[in-house]
């Protein structure tokens, strides 16, 4: 009976080493801290320059689209409405996305809404691409919304 007690203890310290072994994947934090996201002023303008670290834009999922010019005039810019934000007092804007990681509010005039469309009176040029979603996140990000 003493030699099946020691083969069990035996057996169990064994198997607690097994297991131990096979514990967590943890990865030691080493180095410093990564900001997810930094603002920068930008002179002479109310706005900053907002810079994201890519992990940062997947985990917000950002997506973006163009500026197009509208279908009933050649000449009148359009974004898709789900790009417009506002404003406590009316204002509106869009994020624009002129380099990778970077984002940019830029003030819009609207002229009408037409569906998932806003004709701009005025706003970024043709082309520039603007953010479609996450763009409340970004404002967030840029004035310092936190939990």
């Known amino acids: 009976m003493k030699q099946l007690n020691r083969k069990t203890l035996v057996i169990l310290i064994f198997a607690t080493f097994l297991l131990s072994a096979c514990g967590g994947n943890q990865i030691p934090v080493t180095g410093e801290k990564v900001e997810p996201s930094r603002v920068e002023p930008i002179e002479g303008s109310d706005f900053s320059r907002l810079i994201l670290t890519e992990k940062a834009v ?30 406590l007092d009316g204002e509106t804007w869009v994020y624009t996305n002129p380099e990778p990681l970077v984002y940019i509010r830029e003030s819009i005039e609207i002229d009408y809404i037409d569906g998932d469309w806003a004709a701009l009176i005025e706003g970024p040029e043709v082309g520039t691409p603007i953010v479609t979603v996450g763009s409340a996140l970004l404002y967030g990000a840029e004035v310092g919304v936190s939990k």
Request: without cysteine; negative net charge; hydrophobic residues 40%.
């Open 58 to 87: 997947e985990r917000l999922g950002v997506e973006t689209a163009q500026v197009e010019v509208g279908e009933m005039n050649s000449e009148q810019l359009a974004v898709p409405y789900s790009a417009v934000m506002y404003g």
